[in-house]
Every structure is written in C-alpha cells, then in structure tokens.
C-alpha cells in the first residue's frame, strides 16, 4: 500500500494533468490511474496544499536549471511553449523507468540539458517553431563542453571518430545572428510577446563543430559538404573520408587520431 501511495503522490507532484484531473475528480482519477489503492485518506486539502508547494518547486527548478544552461533558448520556451512546456517536462521525466522508491531530485544540467532537448524535438511548438531546438543544441554544446574543460565527464555518448564530448550542430537559418538578437531582447527586459514578434530566424545556415580545445571552447564553422561527410563518420568510423579533410579536422581537434 505505501508503494502505491509513493506513486501517487509522486504522480500529483510531477504530473499537471494527473493533478487537475485529481482536484475534479479524486477518487475516480486515482482509480483509474491505481485500482488498487482504495482510500485516499492521505491525500485531503492538508495534504494537496504541500503537494502543490511540490509541484511549484520542481517547475521552479526547471525553469532556474533552463535558464543555466539554454540562457538564450529558455527565453524562446518561455515564448513559445510557457508553462505548458514545462509541465510536459516533468511529467515526461516521471515516466523514465527508474525503480519504485528512486528519489526524485530536482533538476541540474547534467539531468535537464539532455532530457529537455528530448521533450523539445517532439513537442508541438506553437507557430510550428521547431527551429527553437538547433538554439537548444547549441547551448547545450557549449554548456556541456564547459563542464568538460571544468573537470567534468562528458555525458555525451563517443561517436564514431570525433573527440570524445564533441558535437555537431545544425541550423538552417543564421543561428548567430538569431542568438545575437535574442541577446539584445534579454539585455532590453522584454516581455515574451516581443520574442515572438521579433526573435525569428532569418536566412542563412549554420554548421559546426563544437568540443573542448586547450581548456577552451572551439567552435568550428564547416561547410555543408565537410559536415555532412564528419556526420557520416560520426554515425560510421568505417565511412570513406578524403584523406586531406581527414588530417585538417583531426589537426583542429575535431576528429580523433
């Protein structure tokens, strides 16, 4: 019984929907979700005001380790997906299987980073915004190969023949100049609505490479043949490459040895 109860609280403080439902309609959502808890004695008004404090601290958290690490990119959540993205959030990240009595901790980067770029590439972004996610991909990029030079281990899993953390970008839009307007909105305070109205990518593309060098950040703009063709090698070690690009991106640091 006390492990069906975890789950149900655990339920009603990091699932929005569960909750709403919850308040409607205690027994019936319960019942539905957990037919075999059959008293709800420990879920009465006392109890779901703590919930509720829960639940703000998690969506609270969220959107603080957002901002850490997506400082650019959480402004265009926030613009384009607003609490609903963080709801979906949560709730997501409480059905990654983990066993019955795990602690649930509130998000760092290293929890967050991966998991929100998960949720990003497949939520229904208003205005059909899709392109929030390659600003996404390129924070984290930085961010994760921050922590790296910090003395951090890299999360990301080696792929193929590029340097161990190292990832690969892609936008077709100018991501620069959309990330250096998103900037001088931040710099002004403006409201949301303004994100919409004015962060917007414009033509051009972006491709890069981005891992650690020298305890610093290299970010390496590639054409889209040679991002293509480090992709490929990226994907298969086995993949044919021209032995001169070969030796220009392992002596930039970008492929291994």
């Known amino acids: 019984m006390l492990r069906c109860e975890y789950h149900v609280a655990q339920q009603l ?18 019942q539905e979700r957990y037919p075999d808890l059959k008293e709800l004695g420990r879920f009465g008004p006392q109890q779901f005001c703590g919930i509720e404090e829960a639940a ?12 850490a690490v997506f ?6 959540v926030i613009a384009y997906g ?6 979906v959030l949560l709730a997501d990240y409480l059905d990654a299987p983990r066993p019955w009595d795990a602690v649930y901790e509130v998000f760092d980067g290293y929890i967050l980073g991966p998991h929100m770029l998960t949720v990003a590439r497949k939520y229904p972004w208003s205005d059909g915004a899709t392109w929030i996610v390659p600003v996404l991909e ?3 990029a930085r961010w994760h190969t921050r922590r790296v030079i910090e ?3 890299s999360i990301m899993p080696k792929r193929g023949r590029l340097t161990e953390g190292a990832c690969l970008v892609a936008a077709d839009f100018d991501l620069l100049a959309l990330l250096a307007e998103i900037d001088r909105l931040v710099s002004a305070w403006v409201p949301p609505e303004v994100y919409v ?3 917007r990518p414009g033509s051009g593309i972006y491709r890069a490479g981005i891992f650690a060098k020298n305890k610093d950040i290299a970010e390496v703009r590639l054409s889209e043949d040679t991002f293509d063709t480090v992709r490929a090698v990226a994907d298969d070690p086995t993949t044919p490459i021209d032995p001169q690009i070969q030796e220009a991106l392992i002596e930039i640091g970008l492929l291994a040895p």
């Open 13 to 30: 403080v990091w699932d929005a929907d569960f909750r709403r439902a919850f308040l409607s309609s205690p027994q019936q959502t319960v």
């Open 56 to 67: 703000y601290y998690r969506v609270a958290s969220a959107s603080r380790a957002s901002k």
């Open 151 to 153: 003395g951090w281990s």
């Open 197 to 199: 109205w004015r962060a």
């Open 71 to 76: 400082p650019r990119g959480h402004q265009l």
């Open 138 to 140: 390129y924070e984290w």
């Open 82 to 87: 607003g609490l609903r993205f963080f709801e």
